[in-house]
């Protein structure tokens, strides 16, 4: 409200730590790799002293133990968070949730069964069941046979243009993005490469 827009910064800070340490809460930062620079060597959101000070903060919030954080980033670790904590990865789906959600996403686009075999589970497990890439993936096997979407996706991971490798990014989602981009019309890719370009939603 007005009395904490009132504040200077330290009493904000002091406030909202002494808020967390008291009530339950469960902070979640997505894309976290960003405050320090990523990919590596690119500058980051914040300052060396500034990336110390949200450390210090972290830690006096968690320690308390009323309040959680939950950090996502796309490196395995972040060299400046010394707060105790854990590192754990976010593997694909497992069998029986991949097929869930390709059931779901193949009924949503439209893909009729004739046009589902072997190589759907094939192509499945080349992209680990990664979410996003099934999303990309999936919809294209309506015009597409899924023995020549496989063939193409293990192209791309054994074979990867320099220009479309990313830190942090799995090899198989680069090359289903890539695949998938490469199918659109002239059109599509404008209308989808405008927005972001101009920043609108």
């Known amino acids: 409200?007005?009395?904490?827009?009132?504040m200077n910064a330290a009493q904000q800070r002091q406030w909202v730590m002494q808020y967390l340490q008291e009530h339950p809460s469960l902070l979640i930062w997505d894309n976290l790799e960003n405050v320090?620079?990523?990919?590596?060597?690119?500058?980051?959101?914040?300052?060396?002293?500034?990336?110390?000070?949200?450390?210090?903060f972290l830690s006096q919030v968690t320690?308390?133990?009323q309040s959680w954080a939950l950090l996502v980033s796309r490196r395995q670790e972040e060299p400046w968070l010394s707060t105790p904590h854990l590192i754990e990865?976010?593997?694909?789906?497992?069998l029986h949730d991949r097929i869930e959600l390709a059931g779901y996403i193949l009924e949503k686009a439209g893909v009729g069964p004739g046009r589902v075999?072997?190589?759907?589970?094939?192509?499945?497990d080349?992209?680990?069941?990664?979410?996003?890439?099934?999303?990309?993936?999936?919809?294209?096997?309506?015009?597409?046979?899924?023995?020549?979407?496989?063939?193409?996706?293990?192209?791309?991971?054994?074979?990867?243009?320099p220009a479309t490798q990313e830190e942090g990014r799995d090899p198989y989602l680069?090359?289903?993005?890539?695949?998938?981009w490469g199918k659109m019309s002239h059109r599509s890719r404008t209308q989808r490469a405008v927005p972001s370009a101009g920043g609108g939603g």
């Open 1 to 6: 409200g007005l009395e904490f827009a009132d």
């Open 36 to 56: 320090a620079g990523f990919p590596t060597g690119a500058p980051g959101l914040l300052e060396p002293s500034e990336l110390a000070a949200l450390d210090d």
């Open 63 to 65: 320690q308390a133990g």
């Open 89 to 94: 990865g976010l593997p694909g789906l497992p």
């Open 117 to 124: 075999g072997p190589e759907c589970l094939e192509l499945l």
């Open 126 to 161: 080349l992209i680990e069941g990664h979410p996003l890439a099934m999303q990309i993936a999936l919809p294209l096997l309506k015009h597409v046979p899924a023995s020549v979407l496989v063939a193409e996706v293990r192209k791309g991971i054994n074979t990867p243009p």
């Open 174 to 180: 680069t090359a289903i993005m890539e695949y998938s």
